[in-house]
């Protein structure tokens, strides 16, 4: 065999161990990421199944639950974050991902329900806005939407948004999708129980929320 | 099928060349070439180093004196200036040299470089060996023992030596200097296994019997050099590099000098390879040659001016869009700094094998540095190459491609 020969075989070996190094440590890292998501959703779940649970067990004062509320929301919202760049690095049609989304939109309905409950319960008004976007190709402005919704649930920690994808096969969601009456128009918005459609602009987003809704919750400084 | 996925095979030829060029490095002919010492050769043949001048009034004198302070016996070399009907003061500045008793300075009428070059080699009778030197270049004064030490080797039939840019001023000349270091790793590694298929310029070495047998230098569009080395490769000859033979040379200091030279080159090296080379291409002949040199030289072309159309592409509708998007709230929103996590770390194939590709670079250019024992600083010199060089070298690959399409004729400067 010549030297070029031999030199070419080496070079593929390489070359072929070398790709299939970085393909397991790119696989590596998204099933790390995964995994840090199943782990974030399951810590989640605990706390609002605990909260649940307090709620009903503390059925004469059940305002004491309303701080671990908030705390959960948050929460919810970085997990919603970490979930997104996933799908941009996975694919939206990956199963594990699916997998998660619809965990995630089980943990939003869940917390939804119990910050209607604890507002029912304890007379306070959360300001909740009920988002749902498409991934699908066929929402043109959702990506703007949600940075808008971003930057307000930035500013005012308090605003309570839920991201939902509407395409999501889900049946708890499509219930949710049904009783809440949101069209397929996207973006749509549901700003503490009314709907509005479509995005042109931050302000216009803005007058959508219920008179002094934005001002009466506390803005980070 | 993403954008993205149309890289993959690009990236995977890259690291298989990278990979090749390691292993080659690695192997005894590299390696034996690299512990060659000029001691090893007593041997002084008789050498004529021709100039062809061009309207070279500013730098041809520097070339000369350099060639002068050579480190090799007076009575086996020769120097032969020869101008080619330049319009500045070229011709005054060489008849200066005319009276040292082994310079020969001739004059003719404009006619291109290779026809300079021949006239040369025709005043070269009692030479064994004749080299070529730029006229914007000049050599360190051991450079030519550097050279005949490579001709040990009775089969070797042509040297190349070790090319840097002198003094790099502006940013492009800087980008060009990291550039030329690795070219140096590149020609020591292809020459130990006879893959070289360019004998530039600037301080290249034949056999006189290489002319006998072939023939003198052609017009070969503007490439007379890479037409030679072809013809050579052609005709089974080997093209050997003297690693530690260092010849400097001015890099061109503007955009628009740039592109006009390597345009000149890439144009040369797709002529001469569809009209008149094409039977090297395959396996029948030189395979080092025929089945990686040449082919990978192709699709670096083609892939270079695809993968930075598709980057362009996809860098402009992303910062569209990050546009739209970023417009849909305050701007100071942008700038919010976020907790550092390693979730959010952009790990791909893609950057992880680019990162691996320009760390291999950047070593190459450091081997190529140190070996040559050239002088300068490489490090802020990478830093700008890595930079620059995939912005402006599709400029020159695109204008290329498109002068051979469209059957442009290329300027020399």
């Given amino acids: 065999m010549s030297l070029f020969a031999r030199n070419a075989l080496i070079a593929l070996a390489i070359t072929v161990v070398l790709t299939g190094t970085v393909i397991y440590a790119v696989n590596y890292l998204n099933n790390a990421r995964v995994a840090e998501l199943s782990t974030i959703e399951d810590q989640i779940s605990i706390d609002t199944l605990s909260l649940d649970t307090q709620f009903s067990l503390l059925e004469s004062a059940p305002c004491d639950s309303a701080a671990s509320s908030t705390v959960l929301t948050g929460e919810l919202s970085d997990l919603g974050n970490r979930l997104s760049y996933a799908e941009d690095q996975l694919g939206s049609d990956n199963p594990q991902v699916i997998r998660l989304k619809q965990q995630y939109s089980l943990l939003e309905i869940r917390d939804y329900l119990i910050t209607k409950q604890l507002a029912a319960a304890c007379g306070t008004k959360p300001v909740t806005v009920l988002y749902f976007y498409s991934n699908a190709g066929d929402c043109a402005d959702c990506d703007r939407a949600g940075y808008a919704l971003s930057y307000l649930h930035n500013t005012y920690p308090n605003l309570r948004v839920y991201s939902f994808d509407y395409n999501l096969s889900i049946g708890a969601l499509q219930t949710f999708i049904a009783l809440t009456k949101v069209k397929d128009t996207l973006p749509a918005f549901v700003i503490n129980g009314r709907q509005s459609y479509g995005f042109t602009s931050l302000p216009d987003l803005e007058k959508q929320f219920p008179k002094g809704a934005l001002a009466t919750t506390s803005p980070k400084l | ?413």
Avoid at chain 2, 210 to 235: N, S
């Fill in chain 2, 1 to 413: 099928m993403s954008p993205e996925t149309l890289v993959y095979p690009f990236l995977f030829l890259a690291i298989f060349f990278e990979s090749f060029l390691l292993v080659t490095f690695l192997s005894k002919p590299a390696r034996d070439r690299r512990l060659a010492s000029t001691r090893q050769a007593a041997a002084t043949p008789r050498v004529a180093i021709v100039v062809p001048c061009w309207n070279e009034e500013t730098t041809v004198a520097g070339t000369v004196e350099s060639l002068l302070a050579l480190d090799y016996p007076a009575d086996k070399l020769s120097l032969v200036l020869v101008d080619d009907g330049s319009t500045d003061r070229t011709s005054a500045v060489i008849d200066r040299f005319a009276e040292h008793p082994h310079i020969t300075a001739l004059h003719k009428e404009n006619g291109g470089k290779y026809t300079a070059m021949n006239l040369g080699i025709a005043h070269a009778k009692d030479a064994e060996i004749i080299g070529f030197l730029d006229a914007d270049s000049f050599v360190a004064s051991d450079a030519l023992r550097e050279i005949t030490t490579a001709f040990a080797e009775p089969e070797t039939m042509a040297v190349t030596a070790s090319m840097s840019i002198h003094q790099p001023r502006t940013i492009l000349q800087r980008m060009q200097y990291a550039e030329y270091a690795f070219a140096i790793t590149l020609r020591h590694v292809f020459a130990s296994i006879n893959g070289l298929y360019v004998t530039p310029g600037p301080f290249s070495f034949y056999r006189r019997t290489v002319f006998d047998r072939l023939g003198p230098f052609k017009h070969a569009y503007l490439a007379e050099d890479m037409e030679m080395a072809m013809r050579m490769q052609r005709a089974g000859f080997n093209i050997g590099n003297a690693l530690r033979a260092r010849v400097y040379t001015k890099g061109p200091p503007t955009l628009p000098k740039l592109i006009t030279q390597r345009v000149r080159w890439t144009t040369g090296f797709l002529r001469n390879i569809a009209f008149d080379y094409r039977d090297l291409i395959g396996g029948k002949g030189n395979a080092v040659l025929g089945l990686f040199v040449l082919p990978l030289g192709l699709i670096a072309i083609g892939g270079g001016i695809a993968i930075f159309a598709l980057t362009v592409t996809e860098v402009v509708q992303r910062a569209l869009h990050a546009l739209s998007v970023v417009q849909a709230a305050p701007l100071s929103y942008a700038f919010t700094p976020h907790p550092f996590s390693w979730f959010y770390l952009p790990v791909t194939a893609v950057t992880l094998i680019g990162i691996t590709l320009i760390l291999s670079t950047l070593i190459w250019m450091t081997l190529g540095k140190r070996l040559s024992r050239t002088p300068g600083r490489l490090v802020p010199n990478m830093l700008v190459y890595l930079l620059l060089y995939s912005f402006v070298a599709p400029l020159w690959l695109i204008q290329s491609v498109s002068h051979v399409a469209r059957g442009v004729h290329t300027a020399w400067r």
